[in-house]
């Protein structure tokens, strides 16, 4: 096929193996994210998501094969400030904020580690990036660990957008959020991508995954069983055995 005239997608990941020992945690997953879009990730605990975030961001490593290709950029081999200086920016599956640290220090951290930025342009960039997630003025002196759980998910993503990336990838951001809060966040996960950050979504919560996503991919036992658009996805009747069914028989 002759791909010449199309311009390559924002970000492809191409192959993509890592194995701990015997175990291969993700097993040769391929895809394309095209510039804008919210792209979603689910499938059962242990399929491999996390793992998936953690090579393409060389955080804490990178893939055993496989390549990450940013705008036809081949980054696998970079080190994980390198990605993050790219334009790739992560939120963790578990808390991650310095709970001592106020919030505002902990966006001011984020501007300084994923862009590069200090002083007042990191002072600056901080203070935009929580405008972009509504973490109101008068909480962004209170230390993140006092702040709520709500909050919490605010600051996370304003600290990982203060370094202006083009890419978003974040991890179970629902977990934890009542119901309310769940429609709360869809919103501020739109927001972000109306900025025009691009946005890989691993979610459990699939009301959040499916109001917010236009594709969606399914891991299962690191291996991507389906991928395409979402409403066709959860369909699928593979998906429905090996992740949908099982969510239901759990309820
Ligand atoms: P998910 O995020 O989909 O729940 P993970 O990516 O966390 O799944 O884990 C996928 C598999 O890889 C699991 O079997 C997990 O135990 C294993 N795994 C993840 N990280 C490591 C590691 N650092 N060392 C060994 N095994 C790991
Ligand atoms: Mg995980």
């Keep these: 096929m002759d791909h010449s005239t199309h311009e390559a997608p924002l970000l492809e990941v191409r192959n993509i193996e890592r194995r701990f020992g015997a175990l291969v945690a993700v ?8 510039a804008g879009q919210v792209f979603g990730i689910a499938g059962p605990n242990g399929s ?18 496989g390549k990450v290709l940013l705008e036809g950029r081949e980054i696998q081999s970079l080190r994980a400030h390198e990605i993050s200086r790219a334009g790739i920016a992560r939120t963790f599956q578990k808390d991650a904020e310095f709970g001592t640290l106020s919030a505002f220090e902990n966006a001011y951290a984020g501007a300084v580690y994923c862009a590069g ?6 002072r600056e960039e901080a203070h935009k990036a929580l405008d972009d997630v509504g973490l109101s003025n008068d ?40 119901r309310p809060e769940v429609s709360d966040l ?3 996960i739109r927001t972000v991508n109306g900025r025009g950050v691009t946005i890989l979504l691993i979610e459990h919560v699939l009301p959040l995954l ?25 369909r699928d009747p593979q998906v429905v055995e090996a992740y949908l069914g099982k969510r239901e028989a759990a309820l």
Excluded: C, W
């Design 48 to 65: 491999g998501k996390s793992t998936l975030f953690n090579v393409m961001t060389g955080i804490p490593f990178g893939p055993s094969a």
């Design 186 to 188: 869809a919103e501020l």
């Design 27 to 34: 097993n040769d997953v391929s895809f394309a994210v095209p």
């Design 117 to 122: 930025l200090s002083g007042a342009q990191a």
């Design 139 to 178: 909480r962004r002196d209170k230390a993140a660990g006092d702040l709520t759980v709500f909050e919490r998910k605010q600051l996370m993503i304003a600290s990982a957008i203060a370094g202006r990336p083009r890419i978003l990838l974040l991890d179970e951001p629902a977990a934890g959020l009542t």
């Design 210 to 234: 499916l109001s917010v996503s236009q594709h969606l991919l399914i891991l299962n036992h690191g291996a991507v069983i389906a991928s395409g658009k979402p409403a066709e996805v959860v």
